[in-house]
């Protein structure tokens, strides 16, 4: 096959398949849902609570910003002592964990202040 058909076939095929993934996911979804209510259960109590706890929004952005600022630094040190990829890779590692290390912090301090 030619690069070029390649190319054109692969974003088509990999849609088709997360549509089809996306559908099939759904039905057994309900599908389990329609065998808790056939044994008398409350489907309700099997729900998943969906948007109750910002923390992995918090974590990805602080993570994202890390890593966009360990690229600028690294960017930086690459023009001043031509480090070529170390300063990428060390800096995006070093504050991409400094921003992990922020989310962690600020969520300690809302678990303490609603214990409180």
Excluded at 12 to 22: K, T, Y
Aim: hydrophobic residues 55%; proline residues 3%; without cysteine.
């Amino acid at each position: 096959m030619e690069v070029a058909a390649l190319g054109v076939l692969l974003p088509i095929i990999i849609s088709l398949g997360a549509f089809v993934m996306i559908v099939y996911i759904r039905k057994f979804e309900n599908m389990e849902r329609m065998s808790i209510i056939e044994k008398g259960l409350n489907p309700d109590f099997f729900k998943r609570d969906r948007g109750g706890n910002p923390s992995p929004v918090l974590r990805w952005a602080l993570l994202l910003i890390g890593a966009g600022l360990g690229l600028l630094v690294g960017y930086f040190l690459d023009e001043a002592y031509r480090m070529d990829d170390v300063a990428y890779f060390s800096m995006l590692m070093v504050f991409g964990g400094i921003g992990l290390m922020l989310a962690y912090i600020i969520e300690e301090k809302k678990a303490s202040k609603k214990e409180l």
